[in-house]
């Protein structure tokens, strides 16, 4: 219960206890992801959602695919180690003692090996693909999950912004921590089985190899590292190229009416220039690399080479032998190089994996609820302290409007949509949904009843009838279609090129501000709740039209509560009942016409 409630529940409101929950997180606790399900099976929650959890569970959720996969890649590296050797027994046992059966066996050998790398090659790669990419989509599940869970977040516990990321790149790195197993299975198969073929041909030259490779990874790492951080840079640069591009588009009319496109353009090109630059320098540093590199690897080999001459010269190895062991320091190269770079990939991989901790362990902004279930029928709406004034109640079946005559006003009311929406808890006071205390009802229960159409509600990427919910399985289309009469959404089909199939923008700029508003209002009324609060539904739209929206909602809206928060004479003529709010809490109520009547303050407020 949230500090400073009243406790007393209305009579009999705790007769049925339908949909509890199980597990009840209090407020403060991250929520779980219940009934999460992928390819037809059930997801499990996380142990602890931390950076090592989600790592363990991106593995052991992959656990058959990673498995096999890294047995393919153990195979095939191994494989990949004894080509060296094979061509170094045909030399000693075909090439040099002129025999075609031997050659015709190692050439058969060797056609095998062959077979054997590449499938095992192609088996592994498509096995792991399979396991970084589950992870991968699982992550994006559950992060979804979590951004949709019915009991929110707290305020700033997550970043709008940072959510696109952590649900793309983010997940993506940590299913790639499926793809460093798998190359360090395969490393590690290679070190094992190359050093042990080395050692036999000669231990002296097995060891120098050995030995040598070790301080030849680590320079090569020590040189890697300036690239890593000039792409971290190029990224980032990148980054705020493209956070600009996007910024400008968003606000492409506001740029356009200031006059200001070419400012807005010197902006965006100086951005990209910071990001061509930080390239250009990420470019360099590869090229040094690279350079560097070769020439370390060559003079290792050289090294290599010129000890294994002596030796082949001296008589203490053959010339396959000689063959074999360079082959074999050549090839042992590239494990040494892998296993240090799967050290970085596993570090970006944890570094997402807390991004992705974060979200799933963000604290609810309230609780499950679900102990007590909301009575049939129209509902009643009790408000009492709510801010620490407020004080208001709406019978059942009642049209209200509320009228907001100052900012400490609005704070009270925006305070109130917020809790009557489910997405916080009042600090002080309570909210009361047809006698039963708001807070105890389970945030899916409490917004089938009842649903707030906030002023700034969003429109979704796709067609106008979608985002109605014209033709969408499950909803009444006669209803739909006299919600959107009513908010006259369907004169706006008519305007626009396309109708109904017209295409909608990102938030659905491509309309007016008026349009946007009326379909909005039409997918409210659309949901057909018991109790409806409309926030300034009408701000864009002409006085004609409103007028006409006004009757129309009015009449839909006939017998089931419904609060419109407006200055809209139109709007609040259609009302039952008009509330005044100043300072916090009720100053004055009664009829739009009795107010007009006796009350100069509100005239001012919503004739002038």
């Known amino acids: 219960m949230t500090a400073g409630r009243t406790t007393t529940r209305g009579a009999g409101a705790d007769a049925e206890r339908p949909g509890v929950l199980p597990d009840d997180p209090s407020p403060g606790s991250p929520p779980a992801a219940h009934g999460l399900v992928i390819d037809g099976r059930p997801l499990p929650a996380l142990d602890a959602p931390d950076a090592r959890g989600v790592l363990r569970r991106a593995v052991r959720g992959q656990a058959r695919f990673v498995v096999p996969a890294s047995v393919f890649a153990m195979v095939h590296q191994a494989c990949e180690a004894a080509v060296p050797v094979l061509i170094g027994i045909t030399v000693d046992r075909a090439i040099a003692q002129h025999s075609l059966p031997s050659l015709l066996v190692t050439l058969g050998a060797m056609v095998v090996l062959f077979l054997v790398l ?4 192609r088996a592994g790669g498509r096995l792991v693909r399979r396991a970084t ?4 989509h699982e992550m994006r599940v559950r992060v979804a999950s979590r951004v949709l869970d019915p009991r929110g977040t707290e305020p700033g516990t997550v970043k709008t912004g940072e959510l696109l990321s952590t649900a793309t790149s983010d997940a993506q790195r940590v299913g790639m921590v499926n793809a460093a197993v798998w190359t360090a299975a395969g490393a ?3 070190l094992v089985v190359g050093a042990a073929l080395l050692v036999q041909a000669s231990v002296l030259l097995g060891l120098v190899v050995i030995l040598g490779l070790v301080p030849v990874s680590l320079l090569t790492t020590l040189i890697s590292r300036p690239l890593v951080r000039r792409s971290a840079v190029e990224q980032a640069a990148a980054a705020r190229a493209a956070g600009t591009a996007t910024d400008f588009l968003a606000g492409l009319r506001v740029l356009k009416g200031l006059g200001a496109e070419a400012v807005a353009a010197a902006r965006y090109a100086a951005a990209s220039a910071t990001s061509r630059d930080a390239a250009i320098r990420a470019a360099v540093v590869i090229a040094l690399r690279t350079a560097v590199v070769t020439a370390l690897t060559g003079l290792f080999l050289a090294v290599v080479a010129f000890l294994g001459a002596r030796l082949a010269l001296t008589g203490q190895i053959s010339v396959g032998e000689f063959i074999s062991a360079l082959g074999l320091t050549q090839f042992l190269l590239g494990p040494f190089t892998r296993i240090a770079a799967v050290g970085a990939q596993i570090a970006r991989a944890r570094a997402s ?3 992705i901790a974060d979200v799933l362990a963000a604290p609810a902004a309230v609780p499950a609820g679900g102990v007590f279930s909301l009575p049939p029928g129209p509902l009643a709406l009790e408000v009492h302290g709510v801010g620490g004034r407020l004080d208001l109640v709406v019978l059942a079946g009642e049209r209200v409007g509320i009228v907001v005559s100052d900012a400490e006003s609005r704070a009270a009311v925006e305070t109130l949509l917020t809790c009557l929406a489910r997405e916080a808890d009042p600090e002080r006071g309570t909210i009361r949904l047809g006698g039963v205390d708001l807070d105890d009802v389970d945030p899916v229960a409490a917004r089938e009843r009842l649903l ?9 990427t796709g067609t106008l009838a979608e985002n109605l919910g014209l033709g969408v399985p499950g ?3 006669a209803a739909v279609r006299r919600a959107v009469r009513a908010a006259d959404a369907d004169q706006v089909a008519e305007v626009v090129p396309g109708g109904y199939d017209a295409v909608l923008t990102e938030r659905g700029r491509s309309l007016s501000g008026g349009q946007r508003q009326r379909v909005a209002l039409a997918r409210a009324l659309a949901a057909d709740t018991d109790v409806l609060v409309l926030a300034d539904p009408t701000t864009g739209v002409d006085g004609v039209t409103e007028a006409l929206i006004a009757e129309r909602v009015a009449a839909l809206r006939a017998g089931r509560t419904t609060l419109t928060v407006t200055r809209s004479p139109a709007l609040l003529a259609g009302t039952d009942r008009v509330v005044v709010i100043s300072g916090g809490r009720v100053r004055a109520e009664g009829t ?5 009547g006796i009350d100069a303050a509100y005239r001012e407020l919503v004739l002038r």
């Open 353 to 355: 994996a807390g991004r």
């Open 188 to 190: 590690a198969a290679a």
């Open 133 to 136: 990419q589950g992870a991968g």
């Open 118 to 121: 590449t499938s095992s090659m």
């Open 475 to 477: 909803l009444d289309e």
């Open 592 to 596: 739009h016409a009795e107010l007009a």
């Open 452 to 460: 707030v159409a906030h002023h700034d509600a969003v429109l979704f």
